[in-house]
């Protein structure tokens, strides 16, 4: 009415003497009817009409309330050219004809191809952050495999911890010294910093250097997203970003299923410096692109004096204690997401490999419908009725399936030997998960969402570093589940060892608390409030939908119309070389790490292929998912060698695991655990390492010249009395269940511990006593020359052997130049036994 215009015309400085001078012109006041007032002077030339959409280009100032990028429906103009705008979340306003310059007319037809150009740069800077957050977990995991070889080269863990606490400890800065304002001036520069780091750090060798530049990326994608969220919610930059987040999390699981739950982006430091390279293109592309640069952050100047007050934010101290409790329910949220993520979602197989053995990875298929059902139902929630993100429903439903579906993973569907049912396996728990990946993008979406309300606050940082120490505090646990006692946390770690269901039930129920403990968490409006619902609606936000949902659909449709069945054509079988020949190799290799760190998939898949193995046991085969991210080197070395693979227990089991590759066909395949779980931490202390749960006994029959063998593989790490009566029961085994037939074990121990002890000292001489097998490089005869050729890159030890009986060995090598893990890959050759 006429109250608001006066108010309009007031803040224009539109008067003769305007609110500096102190007198108002009384004619504002004349009003004919109500509504309505007579001005003098001619109104200027209208840039839009009643009913279009605008967007502020520039704060207006003099005390008006809409921001840089913030967007509003033109309500009604008037005949002097003043419009009154309805904005989001405000009052409708009116605003004087000399304002609109500072505006800019919203086009609700962006068109096709334009919307396709701005979301796939969007879309490669989401996997860059993605891959950033996943790369520094894993580069932080490969430090706890062997610390004491950590330690030699002169850096970690120290180097780890100052690195992952400097991060840390950087995000609060943003708040207490007021970054934010500058952050989001500088939002295209700031995002051009974590793609580049993220480059660099593939063409460094130093595994050290290589974690720094990791940390300093996952730090500096913290800032990124202060800067992206500092601008308005509805903005056309923020409406990009969100699709490009949402295009990740479907593309990147998918990504990793067809290259074997392997992560190429970290595999491989050539496709990691495209992508970085790619990532700070994006960055680039959006800094020139200025139909969006008015949205996020980094656009156009504002007004006359924005610099200085940038300047003085950075030095005022604004860390207030109110906005902590909104930051922490939001950093619940946020790290007990990515640890999920991280744990369960980050491949389409993981669903199915932690609930059993050896799934077909057809079952990949069912991860892939429930993260669509999800991905489309948020695309129709964004489309149409966005505000349903603000209701108790929707906090309701998003808040507690995560935590079902964790809870879920309490429950048992297979049993291993000794160890007992395991946890996490089955249909209930695989139906968990499906929950889980169908549930992720919403939480993603709701996550985002109070990150947004927190940086109108000023409270973002805060919760950036709520998000930062629960991720390293998840960390730990998870590394508590693997190594009980033997962990950082020390005793209390017990309490979790082999316990990966309650590390799942802590990850859900964490992120339940952050949903309901968030400011009016349990109090949203519901969705029949019609008051909230009128004023939470605002103008449509539709303007990119058309090219993100057929984006969307193209990933569907090139997934399954060429992933898909590329994946089947490979599932194929290469048969033996040399049909006369049965080559044998044993192999641990270090849960998919090479000896520098990094991925050895490559690496190792060659060193096969050149070795021409037939039959391949593999010894710490598992990468541990809830900290590496979710990948299985044994399947990926058994995709690139076209062999079939047996792994015997599921991920779920807190193992470092076992494969048996084979190309032959395998008969009566099974696993089991040496030990029961109480005794694992003992077993991990002696070794200080980060342990990797239970020891592990897979065999399986191979049909090689018309007559079974016996393939097995044996992994202890235990020493003293545990490895005796281990491998003793081992021995008693072989000599009950196993006593016909040939027979190759191949076998990685922990023993012996100096070079001065000859392996037939030890309790792995149990393995030849009265079962008929012989050691192929003599290395358990009592008479063995000193010292043995080694096996081990950071020792210097003797540690895998090779048994055999009923052949007749032809060949044996110890590939000692190929350092692809901290082992060296061990091969035998072996005719047929001359009857």
Not at 70 to 83: N, S, T
Not at 295 to 322: I, K, M
Request: with cysteine.
């Amino acid at each position: 009415g006429a109250g608001s215009k006066l108010v309009g015309r007031l803040l224009s400085g539109d008067t003769e003497q305007g609110v500096r001078g102190g007198a108002r012109d009384t004619r504002l006041a004349e009003v004919t009817e109500p509504g309505r007032r007579e001005l003098p002077g001619l109104p200027l030339e209208v840039p839009f009409q009643q009913g279009d959409d605008v967007v502020v280009k520039r704060e207006l100032g003099g005390g008006y309330q809409m921001q840089q990028g913030e967007m509003g429906k033109v309500l009604h103009i008037d005949h002097d050219g003043d419009a009154l705008i309805a904005f989001p979340d405000q009052a409708e306003q009116w605003v004087h004809s000399s304002m609109f310059p500072k505006l800019q007319k919203v086009s609700q037809d962006v068109p096709f191809s334009s919307q396709v150009c701005r979301l796939l740069p969007a879309t490669c800077l989401s996997m860059c952050g993605w891959n950033i957050l996943a790369g520094f977990s894993e580069a932080a995991y490969w430090h706890f495999l062997d610390p004491v070889a950590a330690a030699e080269d002169g850096g970690p863990p120290a180097l780890l911890w100052g690195v992952a606490l400097a991060a840390v400890a950087s995000f609060p800065l943003i708040d207490c010294c007021g970054l934010q304002v500058c952050l989001t001036r500088f939002a295209n520069l700031v995002a051009f910093v974590p793609p580049l780091l993220f480059g660099a750090a593939a063409v460094q060798g130093s595994p050290e250097m290589r974690t720094a530049l990791l940390g300093a990326a996952a730090a500096t994608q913290g800032w990124a997203v202060v800067a992206a969220l500092g601008g308005v919610a509805g903005s056309r930059r923020r409406q990009i970003d969100g699709w490009g987040v949402l295009l990740a999390v479907i593309v990147m699981p998918m990504i990793r299923w067809a290259f074997g739950t392997v992560n190429p982006f970290l595999a491989n430091s050539n496709a990691q410096l495209l992508l970085g390279c790619a990532g700070a293109a994006s960055a680039a592309a959006n800094a020139v692109d200025s139909d969006t640069s008015g949205g996020g952050g980094g656009g156009e100047a504002g007004e006359e004096g924005e610099p200085q007050d940038c300047g003085v934010n950075c030095c005022s101290l604004t860390c207030e204690w109110s906005g902590w409790p909104a930051a922490i329910s939001a950093g619940l949220m946020g790290g007990s997401a990515l640890g999920l993520f991280r744990a369960y979602l980050s491949s389409l197989q993981q669903p199915a490999l932690s609930a059993y053995a050896d799934p077909s990875y057809l079952l990949a298929l069912a991860s892939l419908g429930a993260l669509a059902f999800g991905a489309f139902a948020l695309a129709a929630v964004w489309c149409m009725t966005p505000w349903w993100l603000d209701t108790c429903q929707a906090a309701l439903v998003i808040g507690v399936l995560p935590l079902v579906a964790c809870g879920l993973q309490a429950t048992a569907g297979e049993s291993l030997h000794v160890w007992g049912p395991v946890r996490g396996s089955g249909f209930s728990a695989f139906s968990g998960l499906l929950l889980l990946a169908a549930v992720f993008p919403f939480m993603i979406a709701l996550f985002s969402k109070e990150l947004c309300l927190l940086a109108q606050s000023r409270a973002l940082g805060r919760a950036l570093f709520v998000v930062g120490i629960y991720s390293v505090v998840s960390f730990l646990a998870y590394l508590a589940v693997l190594a009980g006692g033997a962990s950082p946390l020390g005793a209390l770690g017990s309490l979790l060892q082999g316990e990966m269901w309650l590390y799942a039930l802590g990850l859900g129920t964490s992120w339940c608390v952050g949903v309901w403990a968030a400011p009016n968490g349990a109090s949203r409006p519901s969705v029949h409030d019609l008051w909230y619902l009128s004023r939470h609606s605002g103008p449509p936000k539709r303007e990119y939908m058309h090219g993100a949902l057929s984006l969307i659909v193209l990933v569907f449709l090139v997934f399954l119309g060429a992933a898909l069945p590329m994946r089947m054509a490979a599932e194929g079988v290469q048969g033996p070389a040399d049909k006369d020949l049965l080559i044998v190799a044993g192999y641990n290799v270090q849960q998919g790490f090479g000896l520098r760190g990094g991925s050895n998939v490559d690496c190792v898949a060659s060193l096969l292929a050149d070795a021409n193995a037939d039959l391949v046991g593999l010894s710490e085969s598992s990468a541990a998912h809830g900290a590496a991210g979710s990948s299985d080197p044994g399947l990926a070395y058994a995709g690139r060698l076209n062999m079939q693979h047996f792994s015997g227990v599921p991920g779920s089991l807190p193992t470092a695991g076992q494969a048996l590759l084979s190309r032959l066909p395998m008969h009566q395949a099974s696993a089991s655990a040496l030990e029961s779980p109480s005794a694992a931490s003992a077993s991990a202390s002696a070794n200080g390492g980060a342990g990797a749960g239970a020891d592990l006994w897979t065999r399986s029959t191979v049909g090689w010249q018309g007559i079974p063998v016996h393939f097995h593989v044996l992994r202890t790490e235990a020493s003293g009395d545990s490895a005796q009566e281990q491998l003793r029961f081992v021995a008693h085994e072989i000599r009950t269940k196993f006593r016909h037939g040939p027979m190759v074990l191949v076998g990685s121990f922990g023993l012996p511990a100096d070079g001065s002890t000859r392996p037939a000292h030890t309790p792995i001489v149990e393995l030849v006593n009265g079962t008929g097998l012989r050691e192929v490089f003599g290395a358990l005869k009592f008479d063995a020359p000193l010292p043995l050729p080694p096996t081990e890159f950071t020792t210097g030890l003797h540690r895998d052997f090779i048994l055999y009986r009923g052949l007749e060995p032809v060949g044996k090598w110890i590939h000692s130049r190929a350092p692809c893990s901290d082992h060296m890959l061990v091969v035998a050759s072996f005719h047929a036994e001359q009857r």
